[in-house]
């Protein structure tokens, strides 16, 4: 039982900072998108 609340807390963070990381990598891709010379 411990393992499996432990498990899913896990989940939860990882789903939690993937997003955040999609995020990063979405905003970095627009500003380099804006950097480039037309």
């Known amino acids: ?3 499996t609340i ?3 807390y ?3 963070v990882t ?3 993937s997003v955040s990381n ?3 990598y979405f905003r970095v891709l627009l ?3 804006r950097q ?3």
């Open 1 to 3: 039982m411990h393992s």
């Open 6 to 8: 432990g498990e899913s």
């Open 10 to 12: 896990n989940k939860k």
């Open 15 to 17: 789903d939690k900072i």
């Open 22 to 24: 999609f995020f990063i």
């Open 31 to 33: 500003v380099f998108d």
């Open 36 to 38: 480039k010379p037309e």
